[in-house]
């Protein structure tokens, strides 16, 4: 409660009680807050007035156990999984209060002994084992004897008028203080929500129901008599317990206000009072049967019972919500429906054929007291009448007349209300075959407007036949009502099995791999289906769930690899590893179906950005992958700059259109990047297949090429705009320009683009190498002074099938026009300025790798100290 000068306020957290005290004995712990500061709060307890008392003021948040209202609702919590149903020692207030009177931390390990011992030797003991520390009995003693009754009331009062009891401003405050301190006791509030509300209402509709389908059978029929009294009455007077019962049960039923469960009894008691129900439970309970002494026995003057039904009504609800069968109860309760109907029409009949003394066919041969068959014969006639209509005997008196008519417009009425109820549940059933036949349709329409060729319009029916049989949904859509905090949970539970055999998201932050399973989609691909191809700009990474993938080279025909259930693949352009930067290295199929989840890139990038070292390890991992896929280049790249993966990674991020381009390049190679990537791919190949003094002084020539601008490793006369005008100059090539390059016909290829005025300087074949090229790009004496002119046979044949290059992606720019003009000074002036170049960009390297070293530093040891923490609490 705030204090009128509005700078204190007193906090009251839960008390104990312990064993079977009396109330003034309770515990009853006081914070007094004090808003300005510290030291000023007022102790409620002249005894105990330092801050780290156990039972004197302090300051607040570490003091109390719960603070928000979730908190309080996990107290709630534990309180109802205790066994003795209140709050005993092992409220974490008293275990703090305790267990370290000098501490207002949270529980330490000894008063989570103490509590575990005051539980084990119950209540009784409890005082006992509290009073057995010698600390723990000045506090009791304060608490508990020293401070006499007259004496803490006195002090409550001065609080209360000080701090004015009623304050409006802290209503909720004070009701929460309220509930606390009513915590004492205790003893249980039922979540309205729980599995225990939802059966107490099953046994209430029971009530209900016998109700329903007695009453109105014993009025019509016969009356309660001495032969079956024995059964009626006690069935009729446990049908009444259990409403009383629930009565009482609604007392202690919680409420949600402002979200939070009210478990406060005094809160509780108002509520439900203050509230309809309360008065439809006690109208439901009027004793009218005290009249059966006067009139006799009339069960209709139990009718007041069947004002019950809104708690079946309310049992139903809640079947249909949480059950996995909706349809399947929706049919038992329309039955039961249409039972119940018949069955009350059949005891109106009973009374009109009786009251109205309908003769001939309403009438029935058996003998009065044979009531079964006079039940039977109207049940009978009940459904006749409400299910067929002018198929009657013809009325003959004026009532009869009346009262036919009255049937048929039930019935009818009945008729269609069932009809339409059924029409519905039979829609919902068939609402998801429906819903995949029309896509069906209109996939199938559109195929044939636009002609697809007949063997697709196949494949893409089977793919449906296998949707519609492997029950596929779209998740997506189902679940896009939800949070995302639930949608996450949903996903990583039902994910979880497949990532956990991903070798990526073993042992990865938690947080990295909940953001990640909500990126995941589902796809699924059919019999032969190309998942990706060789060349294409990787957009995705694919994690298999379930299926066979072959990976496979070009030609789609040898098998590099088969990933099951577990295995990922599509990382390594995604991630930018592989030699053409974001180009896939292989192609891969599906073997059969398939149910993959992908990964966009987009999606991965942004979560990576958040989580550091989880991208480190990615490319780690994808650095080894790609070296056991293609080990003799990356084992060059990784030993040439001798970086962390991630910096591998950097250099293949590096955009195309950022690299050095460089003039005097062959016309042929100036046209495409297409070509000049080929060409330069080319060129690394071959350094793989040349002597190593030819080839090392080959790859620093190309790694030049490889400089971004934004870095000013371009030497000038390699530089764009220091390019004389030049018929071979080149232009910048954009992005696009450079993917349809790709898209057209990969890496490998030629692309079509290619102008037929310039003879291509080669066929190329990945096997052969360039040889012409590079005898193309040697000038005459580069090719003396470094050795023998190469023969086509150095350069052909010697890479191995399927092996890519290096991961540095070569701009083909790597030779300056300088080295047309054979001038070798010029040459290696060139050599040594890149060598000078390529040690500065290593000791970079070097840098930032320590740099990332210290940082995996430490957040490991971060990790240890909180798995320490953790082991230790
Ligand atoms: N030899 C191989 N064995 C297994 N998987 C491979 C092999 N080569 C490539 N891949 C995978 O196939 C994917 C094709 O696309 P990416 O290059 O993005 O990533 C590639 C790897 O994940």
């Known amino acids: 409660r705030h204090g009128n000068g509005g700078n204190e306020s007193v906090k009251y957290t839960p008390c104990a009680k312990i064993g079977d005290q009396t109330d003034e004995e309770e515990l009853e712990e006081i914070a007094v807050i004090s808003q300005g500061s510290q030291e000023a709060a007022v102790a409620a307890e002249p005894s105990a007035s330092s801050a780290a008392s156990a039972n004197g003021p302090r300051s607040l948040p570490p003091t109390l156990p719960y603070q928000s209202p979730n908190d309080r609702t996990r107290l709630i919590g534990e309180r109802l999984s205790s066994r003795s149903g209140r709050l005993s020692t092992a409220s974490p207030m008293y275990a703090n209060s305790v267990a370290e009177p000098k501490s207002s931390r949270s529980t330490s390990r000894h008063s989570i002994f103490e509590i575990v011992t005051n539980r084990l030797s119950g209540n009784a003991n409890s005082r006992k084992s509290i009073v057995h520390n010698k600390s723990e009995v000045g506090y009791v003693n304060k608490a508990l004897v020293a401070t006499p009754k007259e004496v803490r009331k006195q002090r409550r009062k001065e609080i209360d008028s000080r701090f004015g009891k009623n304050s409006k401003n802290n209503d909720q405050e004070s009701s929460i203080e309220s509930s606390i301190k009513e915590g004492c006791k205790w003893t249980f509030v ?17 009530a209900f129901l016998y109700n329903f389908w007695v009453l109105i059978y014993r009025s019509s029929f016969e009356e309660i008599n001495k032969f079956n009294i024995v059964y009626w009455f006690p069935l009729d007077y446990t049908a009444d317990l259990i409403y009383v019962l629930d009565i009482a049960f609604h007392f202690r039923t919680g409420f949600l206000e402002d979200g939070v469960l009210q478990t406060d009894s005094t809160k509780l008691r108002i509520h439900y009072m203050n509230s309809t129900m309360f008065y439809i439970d006690c109208l439901c309970l009027l004793p009218l049967d005290f009249l059966y002494m006067s009139i006799g026995y009339k069960s209709m003057l139990r009718c007041f019972r069947l004002i019950k039904i809104y708690r079946y ?35 109106l009949i009973r009374v009109v054929t009786k009251e109205l003394h309908l003769k001939g066919d309403w009438d029935c041969d058996a003998d009065e007291d044979d009531i079964y068959t006079w039940y039977l014969h109207s049940l009978y006639w009940s459904t006749l009448t409400l299910t067929t209509i002018g198929e009657l005997p013809k009325p003959k008196a004026r009532s009869e007349y009346i009262f036919v008519t009255v049937e048929f417009v039930f019935g009818l009425l009945l008729f269609s209300t069932i009809l339409g109820h059924v029409a519905n549940i039979v829609t919902n059933i068939s609402f998801a075959r429906k819903d995949f036949q029309a896509k069906l349709d209109s996939v199938k329409t559109y195929m044939s407007l636009r002609r697809v060729p007949m063997h697709i319009q196949e494949r893409v029916i089977r793919w449906f036949d296998y949707l519609w049989l492997s029950k596929t949904s779209d998740e997506e859509k189902t679940l896009q009502l939800l949070p995302n905090t639930l949608r996450s949970e949903i996903a990583l539970h039902v994910h979880l099995d497949t990532l956990k055999r991903v070798e990526i998201f073993q042992n990865t932050e938690a947080g990295f791999l909940c953001e990640l399973v909500l990126k995941l989609r589902p796809v699924l691909f059919s019999p032969g289906d190309f998942i990706c191809r060789k060349g294409e700009v990787g957009k995705e990474m694919y994690i298999v769930s379930r299926g066979k993938l072959r990976v496979v080279t070009d030609n789609g025909k040898t098998v590099l690899a088969m990933l099951r259930a577990g295995s990922y693949f599509g ?48 490319e780690a991992i994808a650095a080894k992958r790609l070296a056991k896929y293609k080990k003799a280049p990356l084992e060059q790249a990784l030993h040439r700059s ?22 005097g390049l062959p ?51 390699l530089s764009l705009q220091s390019s004389p005008p030049s018929h071979h100059s080149l232009k910048q090539h954009s992005p696009s320009h450079h993917h349809r390059g790709y898209s057209t016909g990969g890496h490998q290829q030629i692309p079509s683009a290619y102008p037929p005025a ?26 003396l002074q470094l050795g023998p002119p190469s023969s086509p046979s150095m350069y052909s044949g010697r890479m191995p099938p399927g092996s890519t290059p290096s991961p540095f992606v070569y701009s083909s720019g790597g030779v300056s026009p300088n080295t047309h003009d054979g001038s070798s000074e010029l040459l290696l002036q060139e050599i040594s300025r890149l060598r000078e170049r390529l040690q500065t960009l290593e000791t970079e390297n070097a840098s930032m790798n320590r740099k990332l070293n210290k940082q995996q530093w430490d957040v490991e040891n971060r990790l240890a100290e909180i798995e320490m923490q953790v082991c230790g609490s």
């Open 642 to 663: 001798k970086s962390t993966p991630g910096l591998v990674e950097s250099m293949g991020k590096i955009p195309l259109e950022s690299m050095a381009v460089c003039q």
């Open 667 to 717: 016309a042929h190679l100036s046209r495409s990047s297409t070509s000049s990537q080929s060409t330069s791919r080319s060129h690394t190949e071959d350094f793989g297949s040349l002597p190593e003094n030819l080839s090392g002084v080959a790859r620093e020539l190309s790694s030049s090429a490889f400089t971004p601008i934004e870095q000013g490793g371009v030497p000038p006369h």
């Open 571 to 618: 990382e390594i352009s995604i991630l930018n590893m592989g030699s053409e930067g974001n180009r896939r290295t292989a192609s891969v199929r599906s073997v059969g179906y398939s149910d993959l989840f992908v990964l966009s890139k987009k999606d991965l990038w942004d979560v990576l950005q958040d989580y550091p070292t989880a991208r480190v390890r990615l």
């Open 758 to 783: 310039v003879p291509p300087p080669m066929t190329y074949s990945p096997y052969h190498g360039y040889s012409a090229h590079m005898q193309q790009l040697q000038p005459p004496d580069m090719q």
């Open 190 to 206: 039922f979540d309205p929500s729980g599995r225990f509300a939802y059966w107490w209402s099953f046994v209430v509709s029971i």
């Open 313 to 347: 009504w309310a049992f139903l609800d809640r079947t249909e919500r949480h059950t996995i069968y909706p349809n399947t109860v929706r049919t038992v309760t329309l039955m039961h429906y249409l039972f119940a109907i018949y069955h009350w029409n059949a005891c």
